[in-house]
């Protein structure tokens, strides 16, 4: 009786595992409750502020963008950065990037994708989409080694999409957001341009990716209005979806605003930027409306906390470590509860104790030893159940030990029916 409920119940829990893990394709964010909250970060450290934000006025599983470099590429820090953004229910946005020079960033290698493809495919993520945003705003000649070429970057899609897509269909790949304001001059390119020579040197490149990365930023000087319509504005990623349509591509794709947001003064009215409670009402402004889309999934922010130039003019964050008054103010929109799709996936080390006790038709008390191999942190909210070869099988985490994070190992209760 032992041997044959033992063999069994492996079984089936393989069985658990095939059917969790083996779902190779990435969800559609907005097919589930979503809470499209977020914003941008330079540091990990970050995070417990992100979170606050984010998932405040009754909000949760919010979004952090974020970059990591070529140089950057430490497994174990960045597992322990997706554990913690796990704990906090925090949806991590990958952008990533080369090594940064003197006046701009390395061009992209093709010869680096496998390398990133390798870091990225060893990292556990923190919910089954795993969003990667391939390079930034390449019509600037500063992101490319310091030359523009469309083509190239078409190209360079292209394989990394394929390349990451092969080791993990999760992978829900987003192209680099573009500076949709910049003219056609000596280091830039506009928009309209360099995506007219990606599809003419590659019609189908857009086919290589799920979703469309946005910087809507409110120009002229990220100083204009919410209520700006067009490009260079709030809502540039209307204006570009349109341009994608004209220019033939037909895919339905989710809009991912990355980087927005509005430079402002400090509080020292002394650099022609907005004040700050201008740009707190920008800002509630384009979230309740402009923003308020049915096809935006995320709205990331620049940047949390930046204390330096350039950048400080669009930081949340004050130099004495207290917040601009936005940040405040954010915090008590309402937002939704985000419900992502995660992975639930054990292995049964081995069975402790078979289930013996009867109750209601069942046979209770089994203890197993387990391991959580996938996304989730089981915290006793829900029983884990499957029923096969005529079995219903229950493990209940946290009938002995609570929260099992994802690598650990514990032990479970488990029960099932009486063997027909």
């Known amino acids: 009786m032992l041997k044959k409920i033992i063999r069994v119940f492996t079984i089936t829990v393989i069985l658990i595992l095939i059917s969790s893990t083996n779902i190779k394709a990435a969800e559609n964010p ?81 010869d680096e994708i496998d390398g990133w493809v390798s870091f990225l495919s060893s990292l556990n993520w923190v919910v089954k989409n795993r969003y990667v945003v391939i390079g930034n705003e390449p019509n600037h000649a500063k992101e490319w080694g310091g030359e523009i070429n469309p083509e190239e970057y078409a190209d360079y899609l292209e394989v990394f999409s394929n390349k990451l897509k092969s080791q993990n269909q999760d992978f829900f790949i987003l192209p680099a957001g573009f500076d949709a304001s910049a003219p056609n001059a000596k280091d830039t390119m506009s928009e309209t341009e360099f995506l007219t020579k990606m599809i003419s040197h590659n019609p189908d490149v857009f086919n290589n990716v799920d979703g469309w990365a946005s910087h809507s930023y409110p120009n002229p000087n990220f100083s ?50 907005k004040d700050t409670k201008s740009t707190t009402d920008n800002l509630k402004g384009a979230f309740e409306l402009a923003w308020n889309d049915e096809r935006v999934v995320a709205v990331t922010p620049f940047i949390l906390n930046y204390q330096t130039p350039p950048f400080d003019i669009f930081s949340w964050k004050k130099k004495d470590g207290s917040f601009y008054e936005f940040y405040y103010e954010m915090q008590k929109l309402p937002k939704k509860q985000g419900k992502p799709v995660q992975v639930v996936s054990i292995d049964v080390l081995s069975i402790i104790f078979p289930p013996i006790f009867p109750s209601n038709g069942r046979l209770e008390g089994g203890i197993a030893l387990i391991k959580n191999k996938g996304q989730t942190i089981w915290n006793g909210d829900e029983k884990i159940r499957s029923s096969k070869f005529n079995l219903d099988i229950e493990l209940e985490p946290k009938t002995i030990f609570s929260d099992i994070e994802p690598g650990e190992t514990s032990v479970a209760v488990f029960s099932t029916e009486f063997a027909k």
Do not use: C
């Open 224 to 273: 204009g209005s919410q209520d700006d319509v067009g490009r260079g504005t709030v809502l540039t990623f209307e204006w570009e979806l349109k341009l994608l349509e004209k220019m033939g591509v037909s895919k339905k794709l989710p809009i991912f605003i990355t980087e927005t947001g509005w430079a402002h003064d400090m509080e020292s009215n002394s650099n022609g930027y």
């Open 30 to 110: 907005l097919s589930v409750p979503n809470n499209s909250f977020g914003i941008h970060i330079l540091d990990e450290n970050d995070l417990e502020d992100a979170a606050k934000l984010v998932n405040s006025g009754g909000g949760d599983w919010g979004y952090v963008t974020f970059v990591i470099r070529s140089d950057e590429r430490d497994s174990k820090r960045w597992q322990k950065v997706f554990d913690k953004m796990r704990r906090l229910h925090l949806i991590p946005i990958v952008r990533i990037a080369t090594k940064q020079m003197e006046d701009g960033w390395e061009k992209p290698s093709f």
